[in-house]
């Protein structure tokens, strides 16, 4: 969990104060992150060991929680920076940050 101050309580206790991967991706396909996209995000990060965190502007948002992520309120041209902590957090932040890439383009009424 996320409190208000930006510090992270996680029930693991190696959890580190400062993140092993950070990345920020500006989001670009309209209308922004969408529940399509939180609901990726969250599957993709739930499959992971690594914990993490989205931050849009002042908000701060767990990855594996869908409605934290819609939460943010992250539209078409917000920045959206991603922390990582753990084993995996280098490939966690990448998929994280493809799945932010790609945002609507790849949305359920765009399959092939």
């Not at 930006?6 to 206790?13: Q, V």
């Not at 996209?37 to 931050?55: D, H, I, P």
Request: with cysteine.
């Amino acid at each position: 969990m996320v409190t208000a101050s930006g510090k992270i309580e996680h029930r693991r206790s190696w959890l580190v104060e400062t993140p092993v991967k950070t990345s920020k991706v500006l989001l670009s396909s309209p209308p922004g992150l969408t529940l399509f996209t939180a609901t990726r995000l969250a599957a993709a990060v739930g499959q992971m060991r690594s914990v993490v965190l989205l931050k849009c502007g002042e908000r701060v948002a767990d990855a594996r929680n869908i409605l934290s992520i819609v939460a943010l309120c992250a539209v078409l041209g917000s920045s959206v920076e991603i922390q990582a902590y753990g084993d995996d957090a280098q490939s966690s932040a990448e998929a994280v940050e493809r799945i932010l890439s790609d945002g609507a383009d790849s949305g359920p009424d765009k399959a092939s």
